[in-house]
């Protein structure tokens, strides 16, 4: 028996923008995860999950970027394609919900199978099995999710280019709700394909998300939280103008303010699935934890900023 495990991730700034080469800020949210256990089994290559049990090639049309993931692995380590194996796969991620569900379960599916198969995973093998996954899964990705749910660290990340670790030196809290409504990143993503090519003023909307995330890296590198709150407050108005928010995460982002949040947004792909809140202090983020519960969050998380 072998597991492999991944992260949640949570984006700070840059969801979206960052598939037009701006910078994101992102890191792992390791209060939600993945394991995968591969296990000798059986006579045909199966799995099981909260959505499916049975053999992976009866695998219904809408689970394909995780049967990708699976056959693309065992094709990179050279095993046979129809192994007698069973991958048990077993989540606190809520799926759908812009936490990297579908990068972090390519991650730790990698990881478990090549364990299994006792091959060495390098960082190029597993970011190729990731973003492939990704590719069925959400059309264009940047790779940030890839990179927050296969990592341990925050990262500074421009698509195609730079994966930094970011140095954050705040001493607050950050409240993560979880609206209960499926996000749709594929869709929210071609939409603002569709966007930026009718619309002029959009493209100018995706370059101010990148500079505030270049401000934002800043602030949390010499702690200045105050400013990074309003920074947040304006990266979700940008949001909000390329489409991508909905009603729902307009409220708990309203109600995450009115509880004190010095700042807050959706983060992820948008259209239902998370916000976050910057809280000053463990108290208050508790504050606007209940806050968002009592208007219906389905879930809270309080992380700490710091190191
Ligand atoms: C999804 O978690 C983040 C998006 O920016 C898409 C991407 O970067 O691939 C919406």
């Given amino acids: 028996m072998v597991v492999g495990m991944a992260s949640g991730k949570i984006i700070l700034m840059g969801?979206?923008?960052?598939?037009?080469?701006?910078?994101?800020i992102a890191m792992p949210f390791s209060a939600v995860g993945i394991r995968a256990t591969v296990t000798q089994e059986g006579q045909a290559l199966s799995v099981s999950c909260a959505f499916y049990q049975g053999l992976v090639h009866e695998m219904p049309k809408i689970w394909e970027s995780l049967k990708h993931a699976i056959r693309f692995s065992l094709y990179r380590i050279g095993a046979p394609t129809d192994p007698a194996i069973h991958i048990d796969i077993d989540s606190t991620i809520p799926a759908e919900r812009g936490m990297g569900s579908s990068a972090a379960v390519a991650v730790a599916i990698a990881r478990?199978?090549?364990?299994?198969?006792?091959?060495?995973?390098?960082?190029?093998?597993?970011?190729?099995?990731?973003?492939?996954?990704?590719?069925?899964?959400h059309g264009n990705p940047s790779g940030v999710?890839?990179?927050?749910?296969?990592?341990?660290?925050?990262?500074?990340?421009?698509?195609?280019?730079?994966?930094?670790?970011?140095?954050?030196?705040?001493?607050?809290?950050?409240?993560v709700g979880d609206s209960?409504?499926?996000?749709?990143?594929?869709e929210a993503v071609k939409d603002v394909a569709l966007l930026c090519q009718r619309n002029q003023e959009a493209k100018r909307w995706i370059e101010e998300l990148g500079k505030l995330t270049r401000s934002a890296k800043e602030l949390l590198s010499s702690g200045q939280t105050n400013i990074l709150g309003q920074i947040m407050n304006q990266d979700h108005s940008l949001l909000q103008k390329?489409?991508?928010?909905?009603?729902?995460?307009?409220?708990?982002?309203?109600?995450?303010?009115?509880?004190?949040?010095?700042?807050?947004?959706?983060t992820g792909g948008g259209r239902g699935g998370c916000m976050i809140a910057l809280a000053e202090n463990q108290r208050q983020a508790q504050d606007i934890a209940q806050a968002l519960?009592?208007?219906g969050a389905r879930q809270t998380w309080i992380q700490y900023l710091g190191e």
């Fill in 15 to 24: 969801e979206h923008a960052v598939v037009y080469g701006q910078p994101a």
């Fill in 112 to 137: 478990a199978l090549f364990a299994f198969y006792q091959k060495e995973l390098t960082d190029q093998e597993l970011w190729d099995i990731v973003q492939s996954s990704e590719k069925i899964a």
């Fill in 145 to 175: 999710d890839a990179a927050t749910t296969s990592g341990k660290q925050p990262v500074f990340f421009i698509k195609d280019k730079t994966i930094q670790p970011l140095e954050i030196n705040v001493d607050a809290y950050l409240v």
């Fill in 180 to 186: 209960g409504k499926t996000g749709h990143t594929l």
């Fill in 242 to 266: 390329l489409t991508v928010s909905d009603d729902i995460l307009d409220q708990m982002v309203i109600v995450a303010r009115e509880h004190g949040a010095l700042g807050a947004k959706l």
């Fill in 293 to 295: 519960e009592d208007a």
